[in-house]
Nanobody, 114 residues
Framework: VQLQASGGGLVQAGGSLRLSCVASGIVFESSFMAWYRQAPGKQREWVADITSGSIPEYRDSVKGRFTISRDNAKSTMSLQMNSLKPEDTAVYYC?????????WGQGTQVTVSS
């Protein structure tokens, strides 16, 4: 199983980024997918998730700014991040849950400057 996250970078506050996570080795369309993030010195925290039926959920601090989506034909999950804030700075990880197992990607750095 491989999850390849990409799309991170440096952006000014108020800007946008789009993260992608490409999965292989799992039946993507049957997988529960999620984004987590970990800021320096803090624990990893859940950001958003999307069910196999494309029902999304978001943590309160990103509601209205972030949009999670999935493209089953491309085995890809995305996170559109708008109105970014310095407190969104973190390494973002994608996670897949399939057949009772969880798999993590390697992370992509998002840095938001004030």
């Amino acid at each position: 199983v491989q999850l390849q996250a990409s799309g991170g970078g440096l952006v000014q506050a108020g800007g946008s980024l789009r993260l992608s996570c490409v999965a292989s080795g799992i039946v993507f369309e049957s997988s529960f997918m999620a984004w987590y993030r970990q800021a320096p010195g803090k624990q990893r925290e859940w950001v958003a998730d999307i069910t196999s039926g494309s029902i999304p959920e978001y943590r309160d601090s990103v509601k209205g700014r972030f949009t999670i989506s999935r493209d089953n034909a491309k085995s890809t999950m995305s996170l559109q991040m708008n109105s970014l804030k310095p407190e969104d700075t973190a390494v973002y990880y994608c996670k897949a849950r399939y057949s009772g197992f969880e798999h993590w990607g390697q992370g992509t750095q998002v840095t938001v400057s004030s």
